[in-house]
């Protein structure tokens, strides 16, 4: 691995993608569906994939460093001259930035509704490329008030949520968006999916209003319950209240036995 260079087409084009991943010790229990989703982006921006096991063994080197670690894996299409072609030969570039975990109580969110809209490109769609300007613009619409925003495209479906994927309870069917077209098809919602069976399809803001459970969900923080949107109100239930130990079990730091 190497330190960006100031020709990287990462820096002046988004040309890349990117995995958060959540560790304890070094486990991630995640970790398989995060490099599947990295090896998906790849292909789909005809980017050369990283060698898996290599990018474990150096993911495992750096988590060893704290009792919990947030890893930041970014692949860019690496140096190139100016404009928008890729050299030939392509030569990518991988970095890892690591910092410590501090996990913390689940806590309920207060919800708005975004301006900022997600463009339909289903190319982009799922994956974790690097042109999060949307997420940015978005999640710059309020400072302190609120503790997320959710998301529409510009056809006014609902996405997600502004760094995360949204899951909404309706009578007692569980659904979430569909992200072929816009967003992202994140690893907690992969998690979540098999939890609850959930379904998959388009969402309006008036079927998130009329449910009666809300949750958000990414891979760092797991499931969060969202307790307040404009008018509407939720009470979190037990189902919601056993998701967020079962996410807690999940990433529980093993035990340390004393010999």
Sequence with gaps: MSAFADDDRGLHYGDGLFETIRFVGT??????????RLTAGCLRLSLPA????????HALTAAAEHAQ????IVLTAGSGPRGYARPSPLVPRLRLFVQAFVARAPVDLCLRWCHTRYAVQPLLAGIKHLNRIENVLARNEWATEFD?????????????????????????RWLTPSVHRSGIAGVGRRWLLAHLGAEIGDLSRRDVLGANQCVLINALRGPLAATELGPTRWQPDAQVRELQRAWQQLFKT???TER
């Design 27 to 36: 486990h991630a229990p995640l970790w398989d569906w995060h490099v599947q």
């Design 50 to 57: 990283p060698d898996p096991t290599e990018l474990r063994e």
């Design 69 to 72: 670690t947030v890893i930041k």
């Design 148 to 172: 997320e925003g959710l998301m529409l495209d510009t056809r006014s479906r609902v996405i997600g949520a502004t760094a995360a994927n949204v899951f909404v309870r309706i009578s007692d």
């Design 254 to 256: 093993p035990k340390v």
